[in-house]
């Protein structure tokens, strides 16, 4: 048989005999130093050809085990959820539970991964979408109601999330669930409504004891998240300096208070205007460093009240007194940017005071803001001109070089 028999870099090449005659098996270790084979070609030129592209692919790194992708998308979700759990803060996981619960699993978890077709991620896309999709509350049969395309793109980004993991492993040879021709637009975000001074303090004024009403004063003009407010002790404030040093935050998930670092990983240290410094003074006098300045009334950590429309917390009651349209205590965050922006404040400065990991980030979120500035920049460098010594002569005489026709 050695005449039958090629050896190569990769693996080798060899014949044997069976029921319809000779044949031939290519054989190979794949990336992880596995012994591999695939029989039953007919020609020698037929095994030559088979064993170049495991060649080629394995030097691209685009080799895959078809035996691998016999696993289930919910035996690799086991690990990729888990990964995801350690990566992120228990708020930013829970969407990602909840859809892979609701809308991934019931679909996809008992699939191979190398059954799914890009035709069948485009299917479900669509089911999902239009709410026809099984997920744990419509069953087969029944319709849902459509779903916004934030839901269904998470749901996408979880299965395409699983599946590149499959990819790296070498289990597929490329993500079925990227590149979607069907992908559902999120709708253009409402713009953004900005509390005027007046608003915040009729707003403040509104609630229901001193110690809520401070805190939507801190909210609304240092623009900390509301796990931070109510997460603040006694010895975060530095009235001297006018600073609240940010280092945790207290997050409600599913009921469950999660105590943790800011959203950015980061400490850092916040301004607060003079006029808050008695009032925060008045909240810490007689407690501990440790103590929480926002405690809830039974002690503790203060719960983030209810926003739903129509609803009877004491932030919709001091709302609908106030007269105020409906907002949340996240819209105070972006009350604080524009009272900052409109205070002076630069987007590096502003940047720090809200906890964004980036200048960038804070402009592309509060673009508009700079946008409504502009106007005032010019107006500024024509008031910078004319109070310059001589500036409004000088002016004159440019507009005489210019004109002649002007000076008569």
């Known amino acids: 048989m050695g005449a039958d028999r090629i050896e190569g870099e990769m693996g080798s090449i060899d014949a044997y005999e069976s029921a319809k005659g000779r044949r031939y098996r290519v054989r190979w270790r794949d990336p992880e130093h596995q012994q591999r084979e695939k029989r039953g070609f007919r020609t020698k030129r037929e095994a030559e050809q088979y064993a170049a592209t495991v060649e080629v692919a394995m030097m691209r790194g685009t080799y895959f085990e078809p035996s691998q992708s016999r696993v289930t998308v919910g035996e690799l979700a ?173 997050t409600e998930v599913d009921g469950i208070i999660h105590v943790g670092p800011p959203k950015s990983w980061e400490a850092r240290s916040v301004p607060f205007p003079a006029f808050l410094a008695p009032r925060l003074k008045a909240l810490a006098s007689g407690k501990k460093r440790s103590a929480l300045l926002f405690p809830a009334r039974a002690g503790g950590y203060l719960a983030r009240p209810s926003t739903a429309q129509n609803g009877q917390s004491w932030w919709l009651t001091a709302l609908r007194d106030a007269e105020l349209e409906h907002l949340t205590p996240h819209d105070l965050k972006h009350t604080a940017a524009s009272l900052a922006v409109s205070a002076g404040a630069n987007v590096k400065a502003l940047q720090r005071m809200l906890g964004h990991k980036s200048a960038a980030m804070t402009l592309d979120t509060y673009a508009d803001l700079f946008e409504d500035d502009l106007g005032s920049v010019a107006e500024r460098l024509n008031e910078r001109v004319l109070s310059e010594s001589g500036g409004e002569l000088w002016i004159q005489r440019q507009v005489v070089q210019l004109d002649p026709q002007s000076s008569h």
């Open 78 to 250: 086991i690990d990729w959820l888990a990964n995801k759990e350690q990566a992120l803060k228990p708020s930013s996981f829970s969407p990602i539970r909840i859809a892979w619960r609701v809308y991934v699993e019931p679909r996809w978890a008992a699939t191979p991964i190398g059954a799914i077709r890009p035709s069948a991620v485009e299917k479900w896309i669509r089911e999902v979408s239009l709410g026809k999709a099984v997920t744990v509350r419509v069953r087969p049969g029944n319709g849902g109601k459509p779903r916004s395309a934030g839901v269904v793109l998470r749901a996408l980004g979880i299965l395409a999330g699983i599946l590149d993991v499959a990819v790296r492993d070498g289990r597929i040879p490329s993500n079925p669930a990227r590149g979607a021709s069907n992908l559902p637009r999120k709708a253009t975000k409402k713009r953004r409504r900005y509390l005027t001074n007046e608003e915040v303090f009729r707003f403040a004024g509104r609630a229901p004891d001193d110690m809520r009403s401070v805190l939507i004063l801190t909210l609304a003009y240092t623009g900390i998240r509301w796990g931070e407010a109510v997460a603040l002790t006694v010895g975060d404030i530095n009235l001297e300096r006018g600073r609240l040093s940010i280092h945790q935050t207290a």
